[in-house]
C-alpha cells in the first residue's frame, strides 16, 4: 500500500525586502508535502530548498513525484535517505514522515528522536544588508532581541557591527558573510570585529576553498554553513571550522540532521541550527536540533508578514516547541 503524497507549492510574503551577500528576497517560496496513510492520518513538512543550488519548488516537486511508486506505507526515513540526495525535497519528505510516523505511534517526534525533553531556545533575530538608516532603522526595533545576527558583504562589514553596537548597545553579536569574504578580508577586519565583541562568524569564505583557512590564527570562532551539508562534510572542515550550521534545507532533513548533529559534535565542533527562511512548520523540526545547540537561528517566521494558523510561540527570542496540531 502506497501513502498518498499530495505537494503544495506556497508563496509567503516578507515583512519587507531582506537583502543579503547573493540578492534580496521579498517572499519565501515553499513546498509543502503532505504525506497520508490508509487510516487517514497526515504527516507534513515544508522545505524551501537550496536557492544557491538551483533548488526551486518545481525542482524539488519534480524530484518528489518521480519518487512517488516507491512512497509505501512501511518506509523509512532511513530508507528514504537511500532514495533522494541532500536537499529541499529529501527534507520536506522526511519531515513529513516524522510526522506521520509519530502520529501513528501516538508519541511526539522529539520522543522517538530519544531525546529526554524540548524546552524553548534563544534564537537569534536577523537583521539584513540594506543602506545606513534602514539596518539602524531594524536594528533599533530589536533592542528588546539580544542576540543579532548580521549580514555581511565584501564591502559592508565592520560598519554593520558598528550599527549595531551604536544602536543596541547590549546585544549579542554573529556576522554572516554568506561566502562573500577572502581571508585577506577577513584578516584585516578581524581586529575591529573582535574588539566589537562579535561572537562567531558564518562562512566567511566561499564553499569549496575552505582551504585558504589553512593556518589561520583566528580569535574568532568561524562556522561552516554552506560548507557544511551533511556528515561527509566534517572531515574537510576540522582545523578550519569551529562550529557547523545544521539546515534541514542542506542536510535533506530531521533524519540527517540528527546524525550530522552526533557525528560533528563526536568530532569536537560546536553547534549551530539554522533555516532558509519559512513558516513554524519548517521551524518545528528544526527545533529538535536546536536543543543541543549553542547558537539558534530560526527567526524565519518572525521575518514574514503571517504564519501558520498553529504557529510556534515566539516569546520575544523565546521559541517554544511546536504543538501536535502543526507537525510532530
Known amino acids: ?3 498518498d503524497c499530495t505537494l503544495t507549492s506556497e508563496s509567503w510574503a516578507l515583512q ?12 519565501i517560496q515553499v513546498l509543502v508535502v503532505r504525506l497520508s496513510d490508509r487510516e487517514g492520518r497526515c504527516g507534513y513538512g515544508e522545505a524551501t530548498g537550496v536557492p544557491y543550488k538551483g533548488e526551486t ?3 524539488m516537486a519534480a524530484q518528489i513525484e518521480a ?3 516507491r512512497l509505501h506505507e512501511d518506509l523509512s526515513t532511513e530508507a528514504l535517505m537511500q532514495l533522494l540526495p541532500p536537499g529541499g525535497a529529501r527534507n520536506a519528505l522526511d519531515c513529513a514522515l516524522w510526522d506521520l510516523r509519530a502520529k501513528q505511534a501516538g508519541r511526539r517526534a522529539w520522543q522517538l528522536a530519544g531525546l529526554e525533553r524540548v524546552a524553548p531556545v534563544l534564537t537569534a533575530y536577523t537583521i539584513g544588508l540594506g543602506s545606513e538608516a534602514d539596518v539602524r532603522r531594524k536594528i533599533r526595533a530589536a533592542r528588546h532581541l539580544p542576540l543579532l545576527k548580521l549580514k555581511a558583504d565584501a564591502s559592508r562589514h565592520v560598519d554593520m557591527v558598528r550599527f549595531a553596537r551604536e544602536e543596541h548597545p547590549s546585544a549579542r553579536l554573529v556576522v554572516d558573510a554568506n561566502q562573500a569574504w577572502s581571508r585577506e578580508l577577513l584578516e584585516r577586519i578581524l581586529p575591529e570585529l573582535q574588539a566589537q565583541g562579535v561572537e562567531l562568524i558564518e562562512q566567511p569564505v566561499e564553499r569549496g576553498t575552505d582551504a585558504q583557512l589553512d593556518g589561520l590564527v583566528c580569535t574568532i570562532p568561524l562556522a561552516a554553513d554552506e560548507s557544511c551539508v551533511d556528515r561527509s562534510s566534517l572531515p574537510v572542515l576540522v582545523g578550519r571550522y569551529q562550529y557547523v550550521n545544521i539546515k534541514l534545507d542542506k542536510t535533506g532533513g530531521l533524519t540527517e540532521a540528527l546524525a550530522l548533529a552526533r557525528e560533528a559534535k563526536a568530532m569536537g565542533f560546536g553547534l549551530m541550527v539554522g533555516n532558509m527562511g519559512g513558516t513554524s512548520l519548517a521551524m518545528a523540526p528544526a527545533h529538535l536540533i536546536a536543543q543541543d545547540c549553542s547558537y539558534v537561528d530560526l527567526d524565519g517566521p518572525m521575518l514574514m508578514q503571517s504564519d501558520r494558523a498553529q504557529a510556534m510561540h515566539y516569546e520575544g527570542a523565546m521559541l517554544g516547541a511546536a504543538e501536535p496540531a502543526l507537525w510532530g
Open 1 to 3: 500500500m502506497s501513502l
Open 16 to 27: 519587507e525586502p531582506f537583502e543579503i551577500s547573493r540578492g534580496v528576497m521579498t517572499e
Open 57 to 59: 519548488t518545481l525542482t
Open 67 to 69: 519518487l512517488r511508486p
